[in-house]
Structures are given as structure tokens and as C-alpha cells.
T-cell receptor, first 110, second 113 residues
Framework: GENVEQHPSTLSVQEGDSAVIKCTYSDSASNYFPWYKQELGKRPQLIIDIRSNVGEKKDQRIAVTLNKTAKHFSLHITETQPEDSAVYFCAASITDKLIFGTGTRLQVFP | EPEVTQTPSHQVTQMGQEVILRCVPISNHLYFYWYRQILGQKVEFLVSFYNNEISEKSEIFDDQFSVERPDGSNFTLKIRSTKLEDSAMYFC???????????FGAGTRLSVL
């Protein structure tokens, strides 16, 4: 079945540094790739998404890249701030259902 | 900004009891979803719903689970006979079109004792 692998499981960075989280999906038919941020005890919130007809998308300090050939997509956060600390989930979908990765706990130290 | 709302925020039940988790999707959305997240694990898809019927369901969504849109605003998930392993956070989500952004509610934490 469809599967999404996500690495690393934890990531600690100094404030101002960049953070990169990588995901790999199994089904080449996947065509929608959202990223969600989940703060402790709160709902997952979409931070950026990309569709398979685009290779890169940027929104201020956040960018996502997609390599369809390798079935990889990555989240890049530049100039990290303490409020970026959260668990980040990637997801992939072919139909409506989102298949989530296992999550990355990002800690940004001041 | 419109939000998906879920009630209750926390539900405690005894094993074998029935529970109903309630969701009010964003008002102009037509596509509804339930996901669950066992503590410390990833979010897992349960079911998608459109036009008063299930569009897709996962292996987790067995005969113990059912969904319903009882009126124009609510979307419910029923678990007929809860098991200990049903303990999880259950998220409702809605979308205005297929494969568009899914907005998540704050979740209902279900604790089965």
C-alpha cells in the first residue's frame, strides 16, 4: 500500500539556522503533498503544500521541493525561530486520503 | 477564519461502550474526513465522506465504525463497541473540493478504560 517515510524523527537547530525535513513516498501516482505543523496538544495546521506539476514552492521562510523521479519531497525552513518548534508531518495523496509520514520533532534553541 | 469544531474535547468511556464523536465542518465544505492519532504516532486516515456516502475507508475503519451526516452541519463518527486500542486523538477534517486543502479540527481525545 501507500507509504510515506519521513526523516529525521527529531531535529535540533540553533535559532537562525536552517532546518530540512525529508520525505519519500511509495506510490508514483501521488500528486498532492501537504506539510502540517502540529504544536503540542493542538490540531495539525497546513503550512505549505505542493502539487506534482510543480518542482518548488516558497512562502516566506518556508519552501518545499519535489523530485517526482526520486519520489522525494522536502521542507526547508530558513532563519528558524523558537516558535517554529513543533512536530512537522509530511503527507502524500492520490485520492482524497492523506497518508502521513511519522513526523519530525523540530526544536529551535534560542 | 472559519474553523472545524469538534466536541467533546475529551471523552472517557468504558470498554464495550458506544461513543459518538461530533464535528462541525467549515460551512461551505462538502468533503469530510476522520483521522486518528495514537499518542506519539502519526496521523492515520480512517474515512472520507462526500454526498452522504463513504468515498474511501481504511483497514482501520471496520464494522465497529460508522459515519453520518445527520443534518446540514454535523458530521459524526460512531464507534459501536469501544476497545482499549481505540484510545487515540480523533481528528475531523473538511475540504471544499477533492484534493484541496484539508482543514483539521482540534480533535477529540478518546480514552477507553
Amino acid at each position: 500500500g501507500e507509504n510515506v517515510e519521513q526523516h529525521p524523527s527529531t531535529l535540533s537547530v540553533q535559532e537562525g539556522d536552517s532546518a530540512v525535513i525529508k520525505c519519500t513516498y511509495s506510490d508514483s501516482a501521488s500528486n498532492y503533498f501537504p506539510w502540517y505543523k502540529q504544536e503540542l496538544g493542538k490540531r495539525p495546521q497546513l503550512i505549505i503544500d505542493i502539487r506534482s506539476n510543480v518542482g518548488e514552492k516558497k512562502d516566506q521562510r518556508i519552501a518545499v521541493t519535489l523530485n517526482k523521479t526520486a519520489k522525494h519531497f522536502s521542507l526547508h525552513i530558513t532563519e528558524t525561530q523558537p516558535e517554529d518548534s513543533a512536530v512537522y508531518f509530511c503527507a502524500a495523496s492520490i485520492t482524497d486520503k492523506l497518508i502521513f509520514g511519522t513526523g519530525t520533532r523540530l526544536q529551535v534553541f534560542p | 477564519e472559519p474553523e472545524v469544531t469538534q466536541t467533546p474535547s475529551h471523552q472517557v468511556t468504558q470498554m464495550g461502550q458506544e461513543v459518538i464523536l461530533r464535528c462541525v465542518p467549515i460551512s461551505n465544505h462538502l468533503y469530510f474526513y476522520w483521522y486518528r492519532q495514537i499518542l506519539g504516532q502519526k496521523v492515520e486516515f480512517l474515512v472520507s465522506f462526500y454526498n452522504n456516502e463513504i468515498s474511501e475507508k481504511s483497514e482501520i475503519f471496520d464494522d465497529q465504525f460508522s459515519v453520518e451526516r445527520p443534518d446540514g452541519s454535523n458530521f459524526t463518527l460512531k464507534i459501536r463497541s469501544t476497545k482499549l486500542e481505540d484510545s487515540a486523538m480523533y481528528f475531523c477534517a473538511s475540504s471544499d473540493a477533492p484534493k484541496n486543502i484539508q482543514y483539521f479540527g482540534a480533535g477529540t481525545r478518546l480514552s477507553v478504560l
